[in-house]
């Protein structure tokens, strides 16, 4: 089966910087790409994705980048603000599958110092 | 907006004990899914259904059971809770249209003594 792994655990950064986390899938038929953002005492929420035929999705201030080839794909995070401090998983899925399946990465726990 | 309710926020239970965990959505998807999350590991699935009365195992069904007898409705169930079944438990649903757009609850801290 499909297995992601996802870096790093922990980020830290100060207000205004850049933060990327990247992760990686085993399965060459996974075809998209999901990131969720989880903040405290919430459930996890889609923020952005990506689908195999395209290399780099943008939507303000967060970006997401594949590679394919690599089997690699990273989150982009530019002009941080402490509001963007939460956990955030990366995913990886087939969507030729029946119902949907998601494999998570381990998650990284982003903190935004002001 | 979609809405995922989980029963409790917070649960403690007896080593040994029964325990159900309930789910409703409220936007008729077809799918839905029970997760636990642990530190380190990130969301590993336990079961899913997409359909009433269908099931299906996911990476971790070891110890937990499930049950969907209404559309929106979807029970996890630990027949004897052991010490490491403790965790935060996620469910979530997906539309049949965009299955892969999962919308998830607040999420049950069971803590098994």
């Known amino acids: 089966g499909e297995n992601v792994e996802q870096h790093p655990s922990t980020l830290s950064v100060q207000e205004g910087d850049s933060a990327v986390i990247k992760c990686t899938y085993s399965d060459s038929a996974s075809n998209y790409f999901p990131w969720y953002k989880q903040e405290l005492g919430k459930g996890p929420q889609l923020i952005i994705d990506?689908?195999?035929?395209?290399g780099e999705k943008k939507d303000q201030r967060i970006a997401v980048t594949l590679n394919k080839t690599a089997k690699h794909f990273s989150l982009h995070i530019t002009e941080t603000q402490p509001e963007d401090s939460a956990v955030y998983f990366c995913?990886?899925?087939?969507?030729?599958?029946?119902?949907?399946?998601?494999?998570f990465g381990q998650g990284t726990i982003l903190t935004v110092h002001p | 907006d979609v809405k995922v309710t989980q029963s409790s926020r917070y649960l403690v239970k007896r080593t040994g004990e029964k325990v159900f965990l309930e789910c409703v959505q409220d936007?008729?998807?077809?799918?839905m899914f029970w997760y636990r999350q642990d530190p380190g590991l990130g969301l590993r699935l336990i079961y899913f259904?997409?359909?009433?009365?269908?099931?299906e195992k996911g990476d971790i069904p070891e110890g937990y059971s499930v049950s969907r007898e209404k559309k929106e409705r979807f029970s996890l169930i630990l027949e004897s809770a052991s010490t490491n079944q403790t965790s935060m438990y996620l469910c979530?649903?997906?539309?049949?249209?965009?299955?892969?757009?999962?919308?998830f609850g607040a999420g049950t801290r069971l803590s098994v003594l």
């Open positions: 979530a649903s997906s539309p049949l249209e965009t299955k892969n757009i999962q919308y």
């Open positions: 995913a990886a899925s087939t969507t030729g599958t029946s119902y949907g399946k998601l494999t």
């Open positions: 990506i689908r195999s035929n395209v």
């Open positions: 936007m008729d998807h077809e799918n």
């Open positions: 259904s997409y359909d009433v009365k269908m099931k």
